[in-house]
Structures are given as structure tokens and as C-alpha cells.
């Protein structure tokens, strides 16, 4: 982080350094057709400058390019970290059920030795359900919101939210685009895991699904709709206000913004007491 900052601080100051000999440069030439405090050396003077001004444009060009990598480099960072922290999650769900592996041994011997068939299978049952949730894979042709949907499931899970997540057609996404994507499922999963909180647990519900159609990618997301009064579609989308208390709700807000960025929309839909967001993005906006 320092380093970009002295990168930047750098290239503000070479640039503006250029522009004060280029303003030099023609104030000289003015001077010169007036006629006015002309030196002998004032063509050399003028010489020097305009090399040196060239020589800073090729440097620019350097510096552009260093500028570009270094932007490059900043969106590998943030998915590297993205992943990394998935690696994370998995790893201490492993250890997790490795270390209560033992005892659900212990259980399952003490009802088959007691010839409890039906605690057994039950037990066993309820089991391998916590295991294959723990152990979820996503599929949804991008890594990066593999990884995102995954551990917004297992948040839900630890808050006692059942997520219903249909994919029914996989993404094809430039790698210029997967940030903002990723941006965008992330806040307005967000937001409907932080509404149901306020909700009784057998309320806590959330679906997710993916499709497409000839022309758009369409992600829609719903959870019961908690305002107790109409509200016009446009002001859900101003800073500020949320469905999930005041003063929150800027995450509709900056969704909004880089939908439109990808040239996509996105509206709500509040009828049959459901919250319902729904985004429809360009395949050619997303894939190229």
C-alpha cells in the first residue's frame, strides 16, 4: 500500500514538473516573437527544454504502463484474497468435523451395540446431511463467485438462514469484469442476509438463482419482504435507505450503480410478500 501511494505521489509530481516546463517552454517562444528579455543562449535555452520535454513524454508513457501493471496487479490481490479466505473457511470446516469425528463414532457404537437400528439411522442420517451441507460445491462457472456464494451459504447456516440456491446456467465472465460482478451478488446478498436476522428463525429463508437468456445473464434474489408499507421502487435505491434499518442501505445503492456501469438494470419486485431483486446484465457486457 505504500509503495502505490509513493507510485502515485511520484507520478503527480513528474507530471506536474512537465507541465511547468511546457509552460516555460511557450512562455520563452512568446517572448521571443516580442522580442522580449532575449538572451544569446535563449535558443539553447529553448533547445534544452524541449528535449527535456520529450524525454519526459517517453518517461510517461513508462509511467502509464507502470500505472496499468500496478492496477493489474491490485484486482489479482483482491481475488487471491478472496480465495485465500475460502481456503480458510474449508480448512477449519475439515478440522471442525476431524475433531468430531471421534465422537459421532462413540455415539454410533453405543446404539448399534445397544441394537438401536432406528436412533442409529437417524442419527446417522442427520450426519451426513450436516456433512454434505459443510461440504458444499457451487458450480456457477465462475471461481471467484463460487467461492463468494459459498461462504455467504455458510454465514447463513451459522445464523440459522435456509438458502435455496438454483443455478441453472453457468457464467462466462471476463476477467476485467469478475470484481465488479463479484461486487455486485456480494451486496445484495448481503443485504437479504442481514434483513432475515430480524426475523424467527423458521422465517429465515433467502433464494439465489442464476440464468440466462439469449441476451442477458438474470440473478435474482428474494427473502421475505419485511417493510410494512409500500414503498416506491426508486427510493429503495437511494444511499441511506434499506430494508434492513435506517441509514443502511447503501448497498442497493452502489449495486445499482455498477449494474448500470455494465449496462444492465435492476429493479425490485415486493408482490407476494416477498423481497425480490433482480439484475439482468448484457452476455456480451459480462463475456468480452
Known amino acids: 500500500m505504500i509503495m502505490k501511494t509513493n507510485i502515485y505521489k511520484t507520478t503527480i509530481a513528474f507530471f506536474m514538473l512537465q507541465s511547468v516546463l511546457i509552460v516555460i517552454l511557450l512562455n520563452n517562444n512568446y517572448m521571443k516573437n516580442s522580442d522580449y528579455l532575449q538572451s544569446s543562449l535563449s535558443e539553447w535555452v529553448e533547445l534544452l527544454l524541449g528535449l527535456v520535454i520529450v524525454l519526459m513524454n517517453l518517461g510517461a508513457v513508462i509511467i502509464a504502463r507502470i500505472l496499468y501493471l500496478s492496477g493489474i496487479e491490485a484486482e489479482q490481490l483482491k481475488t487471491t484474497a478472496l480465495k485465500y479466505n475460502h481456503m480458510l473457511t474449508q480448512n477449519r470446516i475439515y478440522q471442525q468435523h476431524h475433531h468430531d469425528l471421534k465422537n459421532h463414532l462413540t455415539v454410533i457404537l453405543g446404539l448399534l451395540s445397544q441394537e438401536k437400528l432406528t436412533e442409529l439411522r437417524d442419527y446417522l442420517q442427520s ?6 451441507d459443510a461440504l458444499l460445491r457451487i458450480n456457477s462457472g465462475l471461481d471467484e463467485l463460487d467461492i463468494l456464494l459459498s461462504a ?18 453457468p457464467i462466462q465472465c471476463s476477467s476485467k469484469k469478475v470484481l465488479d460482478l463479484v461486487a455486485i451478488v ?70 445499482k450503480k455498477l449494474t448500470e456501469k455494465m449496462e444492465g438494470t435492476i429493479r425490485i419486485d415486493t408482490s407476494k410478500g416477498q423481497f425480490k431483486v433482480i439484475i439482468e446484465i448484457p452476455r456480451h457486457k459480462l463475456e468480452r
Open 127 to 132: 450426519y451426513l446431511n450436516t456433512v454434505n
Open 152 to 169: 455467504k451459504i455458510q454465514d447463513a447456516k451459522r445464523n440459522e438462514t435456509e438458502v435455496k440456491l438454483i443455478i441453472r446456467d
Open 186 to 255: 456480494g451486496n445484495v446478498v448481503d443485504n437479504a442476509l442481514e434483513a432475515v436476522k430480524s426475523l424467527k428463525p423458521s422465517q429465515r429463508e433467502a433464494t439465489w438463482s442464476i440464468r440466462k437468456d439469449p441476451v442477458d445473464y438474470i440473478f435474482e434474489f428474494s427473502n421475505p419482504l419485511l417493510l410494512a408499507n409500500q414503498t416506491a421502487e426508486g427510493d429503495f435505491f437511494e444511499e441511506g435507505f434499506g430494508t434492513k434499518g435506517e441509514g443502511r442501505g447503501h448497498g442497493l445503492s452502489i449495486t
